[in-house]
T-cell receptor, first 113, second 116 residues
Framework: DQQVKQNSPSLSVQEGRISILNCDYT??????FLWYKKYPAEGPTFLIS?????DKNEDGRFTVFLNKSAKHLSLHIVPSQPGDSAVYFC????????????FGTGTRLKVLA | DTGVSQDPRHKITKRGQNVTFRCDPI?????LYWYRQTLGQGPEFLTY????????KSRLLSDRFSAERPKGSFSTLEIQRTEQGDSAMYLC??????????????FGPGTRLTVT
C-alpha cells in the first residue's frame, strides 16, 4: 500500500520556466511533509518542509503548497535551472506515535538549457 | 563535521553470505534511520534508533536483518543469508538532538549491495 504517491515519474522543463512536482497521500494522520532532492550516487538532501497547520511555505526559488482536504502537496521551482535536474522525493510523517517517514517513489526532473 | 558516512560504498556478495554495513551519523545526532532503496522507488523505511534504543522496525524487515547502535553513535546493519532480492541501496540518515518530525534528515551516500 503506497501511502505517498508521486504519479509522474519524470518531468522536463525549459530553463527559466516553472517546475511543478506533485505528491498525493492517503493517510490522514500525516501532519509533516518534506521534499528531498537526490543526485546520482549521493544520498537525498533536504529542500523544504511544511506542517499541516500551513498551506504554503517558501524558501527562495522553492515553494511548497499543501491542500490538506485533497491530501495533495506540490513543489514549485521558479525559475528552474539546469542544476535543479535531479530526482525529487516527497516524504510524510504523522504528528505523534512515531518518527517514521514514508517516501514517495520520486519524480525525475530534467531542466533543459 | 563532514556529514553522515557509510561504509562500504559498494558490496558484492554471493547469495547465502552475511554482510554488515556501517553508518556514522553526524556527531550528537541522536536519531538514526536505515532505509532501503531499489530502482525506481523511494527510500523505504527499515528501522530507526533514538540513541542506542531501536524504537521502530518495519514489518517488511525479515528476521535475517538486524541493526544495532550499541553506544548511541555509529550503527551497523547486518543481513544474514543474503538473497538476490536484498540487492538495493541501503541509506542511513540522522537527525539532531531535539529534532521533531519537521526536522530534516541528513542522509549518507548509501551502500550499494549486489547479491549474485
Amino acid at each position: 500500500d503506497q501511502q505517498v504517491k508521486q504519479n509522474s515519474p519524470s518531468l522536463s522543463v525549459q530553463e527559466g520556466r516553472i517546475s511543478i512536482l506533485n505528491c498525493d497521500y492517503t493517510n490522514s494522520m500525516f501532519d509533516y511533509f518534506l521534499w528531498y532532492k537526490k543526485y546520482p550516487a549521493e544520498g537525498p538532501t533536504f529542500l523544504i518542509s511544511i506542517s499541516s497547520i500551513k498551506d504554503k511555505n517558501e524558501d527562495g526559488r522553492f515553494t511548497v503548497f499543501l491542500n490538506k482536504s485533497a491530501k495533495h502537496l506540490s513543489l514549485h521551482i521558479v525559475p528552474s535551472q539546469p542544476g535543479d535536474s535531479a530526482v525529487y522525493f516527497c516524504a510524510a510523517s504523522p504528528s505523534s506515535g512515531t518518527y517514521k517517514y514514508i517516501f514517495g517513489t520520486g519524480t525525475r526532473l530534467k531542466v533543459l538549457a | 563535521d563532514t556529514g553522515v558516512s557509510q561504509d562500504p560504498r559498494h558490496k558484492i556478495t554471493k547469495r547465502g553470505q552475511n554482510v554488515t554495513f556501517r553508518c556514522d551519523p553526524i556527531s550528537e545526532h541522536n536519531r538514526l534511520y536505515w532505509y532501503r532503496q531499489t530502482l525506481g522507488q523511494g527510500p523505504e523505511f527499515l528501522t530507526y534508533f533514538q540513541n542506542e534504543a531501536q524504537l521502530e522496525k518495519s514489518r517488511l524487515l525479515s528476521d535475517r536483518f538486524s541493526a544495532e547502535r550499541p553506544k548511541g553513535s555509529f550503527s551497523t546493519l547486518e543481513i544474514q543469508r543474503t538473497e538476490q532480492g536484498d540487492s538495493a541501496m541501503y541509506l542511513c540518515a540522522s537527525i539532531p538532538l531535539g529534532g521533531g518530525q519537521i526536522y530534516e534528515q541528513y542522509f549518507g551516500p548509501g551502500t550499494r549491495l549486489t547479491v549474485t
